[in-house]
T-cell receptor, first 112, second 113 residues
Framework: AQSVTQLGSHVSVSEGALVLLRCNYS??????LFWYVQYPNQGLQLLLK??????LVKGINGFEAEFKKSETSFHLTKPSAHMSDAAEYFC??????????FGAGTILRVKS | NAGVTQTPKFQVLKTGQSMTLQCAQD?????MYWYRQDPGMGLRLIYY???????DKGEVPNGYNVSRLNKREFSLRLESAAPSQTSVYFC????????????FGSGTRLTVV
């Protein structure tokens, strides 16, 4: 079975600082990986996805993620945090049968 | 607006009561899913339906049943609610191409007392 592990349940950054949210995956086959964002009291929205076309993936709202096979990682970054980035972020891997398996989530807090 | 609609948004049940969570999508998606979200545990798959007329268990199916009524609707039923089922429930749907990603509803916050 495939799985993802998100390191750090809470991350706090200052406005304008680098955002780094960590995700490591476990998969016996080349994985398809996703990052989703959940704003308070809302459903999940797709931020970006890795589908093997390119190792550096750009998403919405200035976020990007780099797939590193050697490190089994797919960390999410943004050069400069904005207050509106405060949300919970989920890394997910696509499992056989078109099922998404989610990590535990990381809550991002942005300080002014 | 096109998307996934869940009803109700909030519900409080007493232990032992039953209820059905409704989900409908208008994007002509084949696959639909029910997840529950609990703090520190992410989203866990309860049941899914790859196409109309089929349903399969996910990671945490105990205490739940589902019905894929037609291509648009996928309901989740709690026959005898327990406090452990207090959670936020999300319905999602996806196109045949799994790489497009899921579309999620806004969730149902259920409290069982």
């Amino acid at each position: 079975a495939q799985s993802v592990t998100q390191l750090g349940s809470h991350v706090s950054v200052s406005e304008g600082a680098l955002v780094l949210l960590r995700c490591n995956y476990s998969s016996s086959v080349p994985p398809y990986l996703f990052w989703y964002v959940q704003y308070p009291n809302q459903g999940l929205q797709l931020l970006l996805k890795y589908t093997s076309a390119a190792t550096l993936v750009k998403g919405i709202n200035g976020f990007e993620a780099e797939f590193k096979k050697s490190e089994t990682s797919f960390h999410l970054t943004k050069p400069s945090a904005h207050m509106s980035d405060a949300a919970e972020y989920f890394c997910a891997v696509l499992e056989y049968g078109n099922k998404l398996v989610f990590g535990a989530g990381t809550i991002l807090r942005v300080k002014s | 607006n096109a998307g996934v609609t869940q009803t109700p948004k909030f519900q409080v049940l007493k232990t032992g009561q039953s209820m059905t969570l409704q989900c409908a999508q208008d994007m002509n998606h084949n696959s639909m899913y029910w997840y529950r979200q609990d703090p520190g545990m992410g989203l866990r798959l309860i049941y899914y339906s790859a196409s109309e007329g089929t349903t399969d268990k996910g990671e945490v199916p105990n205490g739940y049943n589902v019905s894929r009524l037609n291509k648009r609707e996928f309901s989740l039923r709690l026959e005898s609610a327990a406090p452990s089922q207090t959670s936020v429930y999300f319905c999602a749907s996806s196109e045949p191409d799994p790489l497009v990603g899921y579309t999620f509803g806004s969730g149902t916050r259920l409290t069982v007392v």
